[in-house]
Nanobody, 121 residues
């Protein structure tokens, strides 16, 4: 059983910063990519915000480049999203995602429960 738990969301004024953290626990042999997605109210899909692979390479959505930074601690099985210069359009529920193997053979995709980020203008 694998579990992803997010923390760090909340209400913040535009221009300020927030840090989201996601911790993976349970039957973990290896974690491949870890990332953050977000879903705005009324939107059906979750959009990729940032992803970091096991080797450290990263990708960001164009809308957050130069403002957000993703990092991971492989020893603690955590991924962090540092969000700076927040804008009202960043308001959404943010979900942690990770590709995790419990035996080194097959990876499964896991999601956290989501954490609300609200940016006021």
């Amino acid at each position: 059983q694998v579990r992803l738990v997010e923390s760090g969301g909340g209400l913040v004024q535009a221009g300020r910063s927030l840090r989201l953290t996601c911790a993976a626990s349970g039957s973990i042999f290896r974690i491949s990519a870890m990332g953050w997605y977000r879903q705005a109210q009324g939107q059906q899909q979750r959009d990729l915000v940032a992803v970091i692979r096991s080797g450290g390479t990263t990708n960001y959505a164009d809308s957050v480049k130069d403002r957000f930074a993703i990092s991971r601690d492989n020893a603690k099985n955590t991924v962090t999203l540092q969000m700076n210069s927040l804008k009202p359009e960043d308001t959404a529920v943010y979900y942690c995602n990770a590709a995790i193997s419990d035996n080194g053979l097959r990876y499964r995709n896991y999601w956290g429960q989501g954490t609300q980020v609200t940016v006021s203008s």
